[in-house]
């Protein structure tokens, strides 16, 4: 099973692909997403409340995990009983 504290950690550092099955019709979907702070919206860099509510909606919600999806530039959500695959990306 995926240790959602080390995903967490390596969404900090790394820009991540991750592949899992959406919850509202179950089908595929592959995100590259991201917690590293130079991907976020500057709103986010420049904010520690912002920074405070990403962490708090961790905490606060242990079967999802929200990221900044680099490819669609906006924040996207998944749960971690629907991961499949995870893969850092390089190049990023």
């Not at 991540?16 to 099955?21: H, I, K, L, R």
């Not at 962490?55 to 990221?67: G, L, R, Y």
């Not at 998944?78 to 850092?88: E, T």
Request: charged share 30%.
């Amino acid at each position: 099973m995926l240790d959602r504290d080390a995903l967490i950690m390596d969404l900090r550092t790394n820009v991540v692909e991750v592949t899992f099955n959406k919850v509202s019709d179950g089908s595929k979907r592959v995100m590259r997403c991201t917690l590293m702070k130079q991907h976020l919206p500057e709103s986010y860099r420049e904010s520690l409340e912002e920074e405070t509510q990403e962490k708090n909606f961790h905490k606060e919600n242990p079967d999802v995990i929200a990221a900044w999806d680099v490819q669609k530039g906006g924040w996207r959500s998944f749960r971690m009983d629907s991961v499949q695959y995870v893969q850092i990306i390089d190049g990023y």
